[in-house]
């Protein structure tokens, strides 16, 4: 408040000075000053008239602003009864016992202070106004960046590749229990660094993402919006923190599914049936092409979740339809792949030299005759209290292994360092099959900002 009478208090003083001083006495019309019908009036005159340094109240306040410890308020040359206003309402704003010679201070400047309190008063009332329409006290934005340098071998080449990505999350509460979430994402993440699972959007900013969660009772919570994730609020028993985009889906990529290919709006559902047990259910679709039709891309599925203190197990299921049409002839996707997903962890008692363990296992049976299955599996050690870091470690099939085919092989080391409240250091290497024995090997470290 003090800050904004002295932003107040001084221009104004300084916009009335340079008239008065520019003009000369002749220039001034007497007979309109008395005029004024207003003793208002006249105070405003006198609130400008000057304090020279050989008056009583110039020292005074100079000797206030040295002992009151405002001191960077202490005037260098002539001030008006505005301005000495100003300084005296910094400097006392706060003290409970006046001296003597700061009570006179307060008493001869009284009409000035009254001036300043009114104005700031005003002031305040409309910056309430502004702040009822404009940004909620609510609204919080937390932003994140990362760094990557990675070197690849693998499929007669090696280079050395940089990538980086950013975002901006932004939260807003409108009753204190629901959530208004945007994400906003930049990057350039593609290419033989993709397992990095970054960012990649050519360096444009775009919104990746718009959702409203709400509860509705004491034990359901729901989630609609574009482009969000149909297992948004699943509950999928595993506990590792993969580094890799392959991995870190715990094997149930597509039982426990994402977004569609175009225009994705969605909703996920989450209930807590009590005694550990929860049950959700998510559902997306092409918002351009279709919502729940045949000429656009639609999944959906729900989960089983079961957690203890030390354990946990989910079954999840869901049925896709094919993200490409059926043949040229027709729009419409019509073959449905269904998906089976069981996952499992266990933690230990106390963390140290035994670490959790996770598993996944999901199977997909595409439409239509003949052995056109698919299998996935994935297992994943962790230590939480790696010296001051996380330790992880996994291993499972590179995606979806159709029937019949080879089955190839991933694997990830990482190590996950923070080298303070916000910035983390991780590097991790990868061994990926990409065709029989044809191997991609990278060695990446990723640096994490987040603030």
């Known amino acids: 408040m003090k800050l904004f009478q002295q932003l107040l208090a001084a221009p104004a003083a300084l916009g009335l000075l340079v008239p008065m001083t520019a003009a000369s006495a002749s220039d001034f019309n007497f007979n309109d000053v008395s ?155 593609s290419g033989d660094l993709g397992e990095a699972d970054l960012d990649g959007t050519s360096d444009i900013l775009t919104v990746d993402g718009i959702s409203y969660t709400f509860p509705v009772g004491e034990s359901l919570t729901v989630m609609a919006g574009n482009y969000i994730d149909g297992s948004s609020l699943y509950n999928t028993a595993c506990v590792y923190g993969g580094f890799t985009n392959t991995l870190d889906d715990c ?21 807590d049936l009590g005694r550990g047990y929860t049950f959700s259910a998510g559902w997306v679709a092409d918002g351009s092409e279709g919502i729940g039709t045949k000429a656009g891309q639609d999944i959906i599925g729900g989960q089983l979740s079961y957690n203890a203190d030390q354990y946990g197990i989910s079954l999840s299921y869901s049925v896709n339809e094919a993200s490409s049409n059926t043949s040229t002839a027709t729009e419409e996707y019509l073959l449905d792949t269904t998906y089976v997903g069981l996952n499992g962890y266990w933690i230990p008692a106390e963390t140290g030299i035994v670490p959790s363990i996770s598993y996944g296992y999901e199977t997909g049976d595409i439409e239509g005759p003949g052995e056109n299955g698919t299998t996935q599996w994935f297992l994943g050690l962790q230590w939480d209290e790696a010296g001051e870091g996380v330790l992880g470690a996994a291993i499972g099939s590179n995606g979806a292994i159709a029937e019949g085919s080879d089955e190839l092989t991933m694997y990830e080391v990482f190590y996950s360092y923070p080298l303070n409240d916000g910035m983390t250091v991780t590097p991790a290497i990868f061994n990926k099959e990409t065709s029989r024995d044809v191997y991609t090997q990278g060695a990446m470290i990723k640096t994490s900002f987040e603030f």
Do not use: H
């Open 251 to 271: 094997g149930n990529a597509s039982s426990a599914f994402e977004t569609v290919d175009s225009n994705s709006v969605g909703v996920s559902a989450s209930y």
């Open 35 to 189: 005029s004024y019908s207003s003793t208002e009036e006249v105070q405003g005159i006198k609130n400008f008239s000057k304090i020279l340094q050989s008056d009583w109240s110039y020292k005074a306040i100079s000797d206030l602003a040295m002992a009151r410890g405002c001191s960077a308020l202490i005037p260098s040359g002539a001030i008006t009864r505005l301005e000495a206003a100003s300084i005296i309402d910094a400097c006392l704003g706060d003290v409970a016992q006046l001296t003597e010679i700061e009570s006179k201070l307060v008493e001869e400047f009284n009409p000035e202070l009254s001036t300043l309190k009114g104005r700031v008063a005003k002031l305040e009332k409309r910056m309430e106004g502004f702040e009822a329409g404009g940004f909620s006290s609510t609204t919080s934005a937390s932003f994140g960046g990362n760094f990557l340098v990675g070197v690849l071998d693998g499929e007669g080449r090696e280079t050395v590749q940089t990538d980086y990505d950013y975002s901006i999350g932004l939260t807003t509460s409108f009753t204190g229990d629901d959530s208004l979430d945007v994400a906003i994402i930049a990057g350039n993440n």
